[in-house]
Protein backbone atom coordinates (compact mmCIF):
# COMPACT_ATOMS: atom_id res chain seq x y z
CA UNK A 1 0.00 0.00 0.00
CA UNK A 2 1.16 3.12 -0.74
CA UNK A 3 1.29 5.63 2.04
CA UNK A 4 3.06 8.36 3.97
CA UNK A 5 2.86 8.39 7.77
CA UNK A 6 3.45 11.66 10.47
CA UNK A 7 4.05 12.03 13.53
CA UNK A 8 6.10 13.92 15.80
CA UNK A 9 3.42 17.49 16.53
CA UNK A 10 2.47 18.40 19.62
CA UNK A 11 1.67 21.36 21.54
CA UNK A 12 4.97 23.85 21.83
CA UNK A 13 5.62 27.41 23.83
CA UNK A 14 6.14 29.96 21.58
CA UNK A 15 10.27 30.05 20.53
CA UNK A 16 10.43 26.20 21.43
CA UNK A 17 11.11 23.58 18.73
CA UNK A 18 10.30 20.15 17.46
CA UNK A 19 11.08 17.47 14.88
CA UNK A 20 8.63 16.17 12.29
CA UNK A 21 8.95 12.96 10.89
CA UNK A 22 7.12 10.94 7.65
CA UNK A 23 7.77 7.54 6.82
CA UNK A 24 6.98 6.45 2.99
CA UNK A 25 5.78 2.81 2.36
CA UNK A 26 4.69 1.40 -1.07
CA UNK A 27 6.86 3.66 -3.40
CA UNK A 28 10.50 3.68 -4.34
CA UNK A 29 10.97 7.07 -2.37
CA UNK A 30 14.69 8.04 -2.75
CA UNK A 31 13.52 9.50 -6.44
CA UNK A 32 10.60 11.58 -5.84
CA UNK A 33 11.31 15.02 -4.35
CA UNK A 34 9.03 15.20 -1.20
CA UNK A 35 7.65 18.03 0.52
CA UNK A 36 5.93 19.76 3.79
CA UNK A 37 2.54 21.53 3.66
CA UNK A 38 0.22 23.11 6.35
CA UNK A 39 -3.13 23.75 7.27
CA UNK A 40 -3.66 26.69 9.74
CA UNK A 41 -6.87 26.23 11.39
CA UNK A 42 -9.76 27.36 9.38
CA UNK A 43 -7.78 28.53 6.10
CA UNK A 44 -6.23 26.65 3.68
CA UNK A 45 -2.86 24.38 2.38
CA UNK A 46 -0.16 26.12 2.57
CA UNK A 47 3.48 25.12 0.64
CA UNK A 48 6.14 24.81 3.63
CA UNK A 49 9.50 23.37 2.51
CA UNK A 50 10.44 21.02 -0.44
CA UNK A 51 13.58 18.38 -0.75
CA UNK A 52 15.14 17.13 -3.90
CA UNK A 53 15.58 13.73 -4.75
CA UNK A 54 19.12 12.56 -2.80
CA UNK A 55 18.30 15.59 -0.91
CA UNK A 56 20.79 17.63 -2.85
CA UNK A 57 18.22 21.04 -3.25
CA UNK A 58 15.83 22.65 -0.50
CA UNK A 59 13.45 25.12 -0.87
CA UNK A 60 11.53 27.09 1.67
CA UNK A 61 8.93 29.67 2.02
CA UNK A 62 9.72 32.91 3.17
CA UNK A 63 7.43 32.60 6.53
CA UNK A 64 9.59 28.93 7.51
CA UNK A 65 13.21 30.07 6.32
CA UNK A 66 15.70 30.56 8.63
CA UNK A 67 13.72 28.92 11.04
CA UNK A 68 12.69 25.31 9.66
CA UNK A 69 15.03 22.62 8.05
CA UNK A 70 13.59 19.94 5.85
CA UNK A 71 15.72 16.26 5.30
CA UNK A 72 15.52 13.18 4.64
CA UNK A 73 16.80 9.65 5.30
CA UNK A 74 16.94 7.36 1.88
CA UNK A 75 17.62 3.91 3.67
CA UNK A 76 14.67 5.06 6.19
CA UNK A 77 12.20 5.80 3.72
CA UNK A 78 11.97 9.29 5.69
CA UNK A 79 10.97 12.68 5.80
CA UNK A 80 12.28 15.34 8.53
CA UNK A 81 11.33 18.70 9.40
CA UNK A 82 13.37 20.53 11.60
CA UNK A 83 11.01 23.39 13.69
CA UNK A 84 12.97 26.03 15.34
CA UNK A 85 12.26 29.31 16.71
CA UNK A 86 8.25 28.37 16.42
CA UNK A 87 5.41 31.46 16.26
CA UNK A 88 1.61 30.88 17.23
CA UNK A 89 1.25 31.35 13.48
CA UNK A 90 3.26 28.28 13.02
CA UNK A 91 -0.17 26.15 14.36
CA UNK A 92 -1.37 23.92 11.82
CA UNK A 93 -2.03 20.37 10.46
CA UNK A 94 1.64 19.70 9.27
CA UNK A 95 1.44 16.79 6.09
CA UNK A 96 4.15 14.66 3.81
CA UNK A 97 3.25 15.24 0.81
CA UNK A 98 4.86 13.42 -2.28
CA UNK A 99 4.02 16.22 -4.96
CA UNK A 100 2.18 15.46 -8.17
CA UNK A 101 3.88 18.30 -10.32
CA UNK A 102 5.97 21.37 -9.38
CA UNK A 103 8.14 21.56 -6.47
CA UNK A 104 5.13 24.29 -5.11
CA UNK A 105 2.87 21.99 -5.31
CA UNK A 106 -0.14 21.13 -3.06
CA UNK A 107 -1.65 18.22 -4.83
CA UNK A 108 -0.06 14.82 -4.60
CA UNK A 109 -0.07 11.96 -2.08
CA UNK A 110 -0.24 13.63 1.08
CA UNK A 111 0.01 11.82 4.60
CA UNK A 112 -2.86 12.04 7.26
CA UNK A 113 -1.28 14.75 9.36
CA UNK A 114 0.42 15.60 12.52
CA UNK A 115 -0.80 18.67 14.56
CA UNK A 116 1.64 21.91 15.71
CA UNK A 117 0.53 23.74 18.36
CA UNK A 118 2.07 26.79 19.03
CA UNK A 119 0.84 28.47 22.56
CA UNK A 120 1.87 29.52 26.09
Known amino acids: EVQLVESGGGLVQPGGSLRLSCIAS????????MSWVRQPPGKGLEWVSN????????YYSDSVKGRFTISRDDAKNTLYLQLNDLRPEDTAMYYC?????????????RGQGTQVTVSS
Open 51 to 58: ISPRGHNT
Open 97 to 109: LRPATGFKSLDGL
Open 26 to 33: GFTFSVYP
